[in-house]
């Protein structure tokens, strides 16, 4: 770990924000969304970048359903929800501040830094979140919407053409087998509803934790909603752990 | 069930718009969020609101995140995350559209209708959701922001005087208490960092699948912390079922 931090070229604030182009009127938010929690306790001062985390995670969620409820307009809402972890889950978020080059800006306590604080997935994803919170409060919603397009609009656009997207059942498998080597199991646990319009409730698991359930008109469709839903749950999971 | 829908007053797009206190310029969009899936399903036709309700509760959580981080400025991100459940969780959002009285304007299939649809909560939430997304896609953010405020400005207001919210501890006893008869556990996991600046990792349990973590520089913040997440965790499980 402490090699790979090694390799993390260091940026002033300055540099970074010309990376992301855009110009902080108040240069106090674009460092506070560079504080990491270990910088705030080893410096026992001022803030860090928890609160414009949270408003940032909102905010990318918002601007984020906005693009693609636009451009997919033919998909149906169990989609959208797959394609938002491919664009604004951890994992992409932090691969995104090591394409701009963040952890190289962010402020660290000392352990942290020497541990290969600059290179976790979850000090960059929260940076990340914390840089579009700032640029939403600096400048107003137009500026983080210019921001996000600048920094997110090819990924989802993308997004369109990448055949998992539209098939949660074999993205989750894949998942699934990668990370428990194992299969998801599918059951189905009700059929209700009159002849023509049947509503079929599914159930898919991996172990007694790890399941969700779906409906739809079809099983098929059901079992592509209980896929799209445990999908989402495991990207939480990794993002709380 | 079938009695609790009897109770709710019918009443046509244009009176839910007016209770809103938004008139939109295309009224397809006011019928689109009013569209439950039973009701696209026996029509045969159409599309139904589950697509409004994915831009709108992103919308939802952007919009309250905004709100709070400047009205709770000294509240650190953990008790935001409670915040969020008491004013836009399904829960919530129900009982605003209760108040609305959305269910008398949604449009159901008959056999959801018959078993109370018009009462039931993921419908109300879900179409609350969908009502917001509608007033954006319709008049842009200053509109659904305005909307917004109307109906949860008082409840975010109110949020600074409930004892409960910045007590996650609490709160979590409580609806552990109440939902499974039994206390959360908390256990310390670990203790890393120099004297002067620890880091406590606490774990929450109620059971092997409802457990989570915090982290904190004390171990009544690291457990105010996984009383936090364990909170949403539950949130978001309620939600899903």
């Known amino acids: 770990m402490a090699d790979s931090s090694k390799k993390v070229i260091r940026k002033s604030p300055e540099e970074l924000q010309a990376d992301l182009g855009y110009v902080f009127r108040n240069r106090n938010l674009l460092v506070e969304a560079l504080v990491h929690r270990s910088y705030r306790k080893e410096t026992g001062t001022g803030v860090d970048n928890q609160r414009l985390e949270f408003l940032g995670d909102a905010l990318l969620g918002f601007l984020f359903a906005d693009r693609v409820y636009n451009l997919h307009a033919e998909?149906?809402?169990?989609?959208?929800?797959?394609?938002?972890?491919a664009v604004v889950s951890g994992v992409s978020l932090a691969n995104k501040a090591r394409q701009l080059g963040v952890g190289g800006a962010l402020l660290l306590g000392n352990g942290e830094d020497l541990s290969g604080g600059r290179n976790r997935e979850s000090n960059l994803a929260d940076a990340m979140e914390s840089l579009m919170g700032a640029v939403y409060i600096d400048g107003g919603i137009e500026a983080a919407s210019e921001v996000f397009d600048r920094l997110f609009g090819k990924d989802i656009l993308a997004l369109e053409d990448d055949p998992w997207?539209?098939?949660?059942k074999g993205q989750l498998q894949n998942i699934v087998q990668k990370l428990f080597q194992r299969e998801p199991k599918y059951e189905t646990l009700e059929e209700t509803g009159p002849p023509h319009s049947r509503v079929f409730r599914v159930g898919v698991r991996v172990d007694d934790c790890l399941r969700a359930e779906g409906t739809g008109s079809s099983k098929q469709q059901a079992q592509c909603d209980a896929a799209a839903a445990l999908l989402l749950k495991i990207e939480r999971d990794k993002e709380e752990a």
Chains 1, 2 share one sequence.
């Open 75 to 85: 998909k149906p809402e169990g989609a959208l929800t797959v394609l938002r972890a």
């Open 165 to 168: 997207m539209d098939n949660p």
